[in-house]
């Protein structure tokens, strides 16, 4: 059972442009939603997270937008660079961060075009 | 040290032949995770442990997949007899107690 779904599975950007990326969740349990960048031969490295008791965080061009009502939640990229070319990761889990299991979603894999 | 080391980076085993993957968290870091990331997909939670405990192990996929972590730092994933199936990146994490996670680089493990 796939807990958190995430779309689209691949995406191409001009530089300059708005990268979104989506997920939905199931599990209404999940309370804190961590993106993840990761680019080949390295591990994921914590982007920015959010938890359900606010609507948007934005740090720097990232910003997650939460919908909790519809269990959705998305990532802009504004101002898209070459360097933001990666694969992407939205993630959810339950209780604190350093105690709760990370459910992944797919990844999407962006390509910003110079 | 400054990250989370895993070595080796690169194993190729042989179908049946057992394997040892290490991981060096960050000093201090208490919690400390497994994940299995297959080739294009998300990775998947194997095990947990808080310094030396193993709390959670529900994410390892058999009984050929065992953890330790017996002094609460360093901590190794062995798998035994080894099937092309486990052929994957094998990454650990490790937090501060209420902190976001570190990942490694990873093991990518390919079974021939």
């Known amino acids: 059972q796939q807990q958190v779904k995430q779309s689209p599975q691949s995406l191409i950007v001009q530089k300059g442009g708005i990268s979104i990326i989506n997920c939905a969740y199931e599990n209404t349990a999940f309370d804190y939603f961590p993106w993840y960048q990761q680019f080949p031969g390295k591990g994921p490295a914590l982007l920015i997270a959010?938890?359900?008791?606010?609507s948007e965080k934005k740090e720097g061009r990232f910003t997650i937008s939460f919908n909790k009502s519809a269990k959705q939640f998305s990532l802009h990229i504004m101002d898209s660079q070459p360097g933001d070319s990666a694969t992407y990761f939205c993630a959810a889990s339950k209780g604190s961060s350093n105690t709760g299991k990370l459910i992944f979603g797919q990844g999407t894999t962006l390509q910003v075009k110079p | 040290g400054a990250g989370v080391s895993q070595s080796p980076r690169y194993k190729v085993a042989k179908r049946g032949q057992d394997v040892a993957l290490r991981c060096d968290p960050i000093?201090?870091?208490?919690?400390l995770f497994w994940y299995q990331q297959a080739l294009g997909q998300g990775p998947e939670f194997l095990t947990y442990?808080?310094?030396?405990?193993?709390?959670?192990k529900s994410g390892l996929p058999s009984d050929r997949f065992f953890a330790e972590r017996p002094e609460g730092s360093v901590s190794t994933l062995k798998i035994q007899r080894t099937q092309q199936e486990d052929s994957a990146v094998y990454l650990c994490?490790?937090?501060?107690?209420?902190?976001?996670?570190?990942f490694g680089s990873g093991t990518r493990l390919t079974v021939v």
């Open positions: 000093s201090g870091h208490v919690s």
């Open positions: 959010i938890r359900p008791d606010v």
């Open positions: 442990f808080q310094n030396e405990a193993q709390l959670d």
């Open positions: 994490a490790s937090s501060l107690q209420g902190g976001s996670y570190t």
